[in-house]
């Protein structure tokens, strides 16, 4: 019989051997003529199947509402001072997700990954946030620099309020707000932050969907997909940053003296 050369590459996402290509067997013509979005090709081409509207829809709205936040956060920031050091968009680009990390943007999976383990061991918000406490971990998902308990984070209660009306469950997310709810009496910065409700929602959107097996959602949250939607987001408006000072003419960015703390 025929035998197999053993291949160096393993790929199981797209293909693009045929007449046209295809992202995890959905040709392009069908995603174009079923007027798929961006929330479809990514259920595609990160989770390997179609998933349903209502889980499509809350993929685009974390990418539209993570899309940008101002030139002064630490991504915005970065770009802006490559763009202006006359750099090229892929350099200014890399730039600002670079700085995406645990404190900026890139809290999202391990705020997935606490919030499920304590969650799942019934710990009370109390329990969980002492035992971080004590382990010397911040909580990630928790905290903002300028969002408060009286001033609190439109983009959370958008998609809280989206996940309200369209999520058969939100058990994960109201177990995040009780952990925020704990976190607050503590300290009124403590709030739950962008990165913490779209972690604790997609583990509602994986576990409510009926779309995942339970080692698939352990093997998501392992991995860790959920920063993927800041850096995609985010990756929007750090091209609009680029664009923007080339438009200004800006030149190079030097920090002023006066803001800088000389010492010994
Ligand atoms: N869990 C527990 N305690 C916290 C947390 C937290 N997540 N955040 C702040 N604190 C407490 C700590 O006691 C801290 O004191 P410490 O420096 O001795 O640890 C105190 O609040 C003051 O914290 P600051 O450092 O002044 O807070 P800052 O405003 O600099 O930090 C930040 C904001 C980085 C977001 C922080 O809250 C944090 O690390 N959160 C966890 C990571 C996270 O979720 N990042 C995503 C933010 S949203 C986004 O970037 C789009
Ligand atoms: C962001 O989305 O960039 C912000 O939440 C971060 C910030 O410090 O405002």
């Not at 990514?42 to 509402?65: A, D, G, N, V």
């Not at 928790?142 to 001033?151: A, L, Y």
């Not at 779309?211 to 352990?218: A, G, N, P, R, V």
């Not at 990756?235 to 800088?260: A, C, M, N």
Request: glycine share 10%.
């Amino acid at each position: 019989g025929k035998v197999r050369a053993p291949t160096h590459i393993i790929s199981t996402i797209s293909d693009d051997r045929g007449e046209e290509p295809c992202y995890s067997g959905v040709p392009m013509s069908t995603i174009v003529e079923r007027g798929y979005g961006v929330g479809d090709v990514i259920s595609l081409l990160w989770f390997k199947r179609s998933l349903p509207r209502y889980c499509t829809q809350f993929i685009e709205i974390c990418i539209m509402l993570c899309a940008d936040h101002g030139p002064c956060v630490s991504g915005a920031h970065n770009t802006i001072v490559t763009a202006r050091a006359g750099k090229d968009l892929v350099s200014s680009l890399v730039s600002g997700l670079l700085t995406i990390g645990p404190r900026f943007g890139g809290a999202i999976d391990d705020a997935a990954r606490y919030f499920k383990d304590a969650y799942d061991r019934g710990l009370s918000a109390y329990e969980f946030v002492e035992s971080m406490k004590k382990k010397g971990i911040r909580v990630p998902g928790i905290g903002h620099r300028i969002k408060r308990g009286d001033n609190r984070d439109k983009r959370v209660e958008l998609l809280q309020k989206y996940a309200h009306t369209h999520f058969p469950s939100v058990k994960y997310m109201e177990y995040a707000v009780q952990v925020e709810t704990y976190t607050l009496s503590k300290a009124n910065n403590l709030v739950l932050n962008v990165d913490g409700a779209i972690g604790s929602l997609f583990l509602d959107l994986l576990a409510g969907s009926g779309m995942f097996s339970k080692q698939e959602i352990d093997e998501i949250v392992e991995i860790g997909y959920l920063n993927g939607l800041f850096v995609l987001a985010r990756s929007i408006g750090l091209i609009g940053h680029t664009f923007d000072q080339k438009r200004l003419k800006q030149p190079l960015y030097r920090h002023p003296w006066e803001d800088v703390l000389y010492t010994k």
